[in-house]
C-alpha cells in the first residue's frame, strides 16, 4: 500500500496555493491528508501529528506556511521522516517566509521549495516515495516526458514561426 502525504498548512488562508500540491497528489493517485496546525498557536497538536505520522502510514509531510513559518521545523523536531517546507507569500513578499524555512539547525532539515511552490512540493514527496514504489517512478517518468514534450512542441512551433521573420 503507497504511503500517504500529509500537506499541513498553517492557515487555512494557505488553500489557494495547498490546493496545487493536493491537485498534484490526486493527479499521481498518492493518498494524502490535509489539516490545518500553527506551531504558535497549536504547537502541541503540531507535534503530536508529526510523532506519531509515520505508524499513521505517511511517508512525507509538506508544510506550508507564512509569515514566521515555524511549522516545517517545529514538525521536522518530532519525526525522521522527510519534511518538505513550502514557504507562503504573505508580507515581505514571502522572503521572511522563505528565510524562516530554510534556515533550519542542523540535524532538524527542511527540504525548502520556492515561496508558493506547492505543486512542487507534491513532486518532491512523490519522488521521496517513488524510491521504494516503482509504479509511482513510472508516473513521474510519464510526466517528465508530456513535459519535455510540451516543450518539443512548443520549440518547432517556434521555429515554424521565424521561418517567416
Excluded: W
Excluded at 15 to 41: D, G, N, Q, W
Excluded at 51 to 72: K, P, Q, S, T
Excluded at 105 to 117: E, F, L
Amino acid at each position: 500500500m503507497r504511503k500517504k502525504v500529509a500537506v499541513i498548512m498553517g492557515s487555512d488562508s494557505d488553500l489557494p496555493v495547498v490546493s496545487k500540491a493536493l491537485t498534484r497528489l490526486k493527479s499521481l493517485s498518492i493518498p494524502y491528508e490535509a489539516h490545518v496546525m500553527s506551531a504558535h498557536r497549536t504547537p502541541q497538536a503540531a507535534a503530536d501529528f508529526a510523532a506519531h505520522a509515520e505508524e499513521n502510514g505517511f511517508g512525507v509531510i509538506i508544510a506550508c506556511a507564512g509569515m514566521a513559518a515555524h511549522l516545517g521545523g517545529v514538525l521536522a523536531a518530532y519525526t525522521t521522516l522527510p519534511v518538505i517546507g513550502v514557504p507562503i507569500r504573505s508580507s515581505f513578499d514571502g522572503l521572511d517566509a522563505l528565510l524562516a524555512t530554510v534556515q533550519m539547525p542542523t540535524g532538524i532539515p527542511v527540504a525548502t521549495v520556492a515561496v508558493n511552490g506547492a505543486e512542487n512540493a507534491a513532486v518532491l514527496a512523490a519522488e521521496m516515495l517513488a524510491l521504494s514504489d516503482d509504479g509511482l517512478k513510472e508516473q513521474l517518468r510519464a510526466m517528465k516526458d508530456s513535459m519535455r514534450e510540451g516543450v518539443e512542441k512548443k520549440d518547432a512551433a517556434l521555429q515554424e514561426k521565424l521561418k517567416e521573420l
